[in-house]
Nanobody
Framework: QVQLVESGGGLVQAGGSLRLSCAAS????????MGWFRQAPGKEREFVAG????????YYADSVKGRFTISRDNAKNTVILQMNSLEPEDTAVYYC???????????????????WGQGTQVTVSS
């Protein structure tokens, strides 16, 4: 089992930045792919960014490309999502997820991820 705990959400004005963290525990995730998803009220949960832990290779949704950066901290077993130039449309609950199979390319479908965190709210005001 892998436990994921997100932190770092909050309220920010448009154009501002937030840094989300996802701490993994239980099993090593060094062979996993890790992803960030988000879900706005009344909408489906959507892929935001992913990283293959072993190689550091990343992949982004078009809507966040150039604004968000996903990275991992091996020493802390933590995945980070740096979000810059935030827009009101980025408002959502953000979830961290782990894909044990770590297929290629990085999975963007929520059903490919076996483990999920509880989510953290991000609100961007206009």
């Amino acid at each position: 089992q892998v436990q994921l705990v997100e932190s770092g959400g909050g309220l920010v004005q448009a154009g501002g930045s937030l840094r989300l963290s996802c701490a993994a525990s239980g099993r090593t995730v060094s062979s996993y792919s890790m992803g960030w998803f988000r879900q706005a009220p009344g909408k489906e949960r959507e892929f935001v960014a992913g990283i293959r832990w072993s190689s550091g290779r990343t992949y982004y949704a078009d809507s966040v490309k150039g604004r968000f950066t996903i990275s991992r901290d091996n020493a802390k077993n933590t995945v980070i999502l740096q979000m810059n130039s935030l827009e009101p449309e980025d408002t959502a609950v953000y979830y961290c997820a782990a894909d044990r199979m770590a297929g290629y390319p990085i999975a963007t479908t929520k059903s490919d991820y076996e483990y999920w965190g509880q989510g953290t709210q991000v609100t961007v005001s206009s």
